[in-house]
């Protein structure tokens, strides 16, 4: 019985995990980056329980979260508290590659901007599912999505991978269900108050690093 107990405790709910992208922002609008790493770590958790077709795309995203955390973990770390705060910080100490790689492979700016343009992909999937029809098909969903985001940083047989695994996400009905938020009419609720947020930590975000001339790190 405790285990059945414990099972359900841990079960997954996607609403949590969105809850913690919405908790990303401050109350001067300045993005939190333990929070934005939470939500990538909880959604990294999510795409794992899909199947291991999506381990090479999982791993790239741990590693990101990790080179975060380094940061945040790191003797600098109170400069890593915010986007707005690292950004800050690794400009005016030249701590990051700005036109070609080179010393600073590993910079918060350049990492940060990868997870960033993963959740531009975030908002239009998520805006997909809300909207869709039970018969739609969420592989187009995600696809759609990712060519219309990441897909432009993204060289071909990267591309094609990712393409190919998309063929492998369940259908919508099942999709639902492993979200765990509840009915279908619940998930879409749920992803209707989630999404503005979302959307804006995505817009503080994209405005700040054009405001540094900082969206094309290499
Ligand atoms: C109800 C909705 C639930 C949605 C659940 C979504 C779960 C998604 C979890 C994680 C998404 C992964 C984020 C991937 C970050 C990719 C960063 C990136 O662009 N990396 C490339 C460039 O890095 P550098 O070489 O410059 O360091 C790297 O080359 C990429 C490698 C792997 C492929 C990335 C494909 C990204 C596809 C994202 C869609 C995920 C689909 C999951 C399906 C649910």
Redesign the pocket.
Known sequence: MADAVMAEDQKFC?REVLDTFKSCLSEDKEVLIDQYVAG?RG??R??NS?GTI?S??????VS?IQIMVNHRNGENGVQYITVQSMVKYELDNGLVDITKRGSYPESGC??LL??H??LR??EL??ER?RTSAEDSKTSVM?SEA?NES?AK???WL?RK??NM??CA?PGRPT?FEV?NVGTPEQVVAM?GDALPLISEVYQVTEELYSKHDLLDLP
Not at 56 to 61: G, V
């Open positions: 996607l990538w959604l990294v999510f795409m899909l999506f090479f795309i999982s791993k790239d995203a990101k350049r990492t990868r997870l343009r993963a992909w975030l999937f998520l599912l995600c990712y990441l940083y993204h060289p990267i991978a990712s695994a998309f996400l999709f979200m992803l």
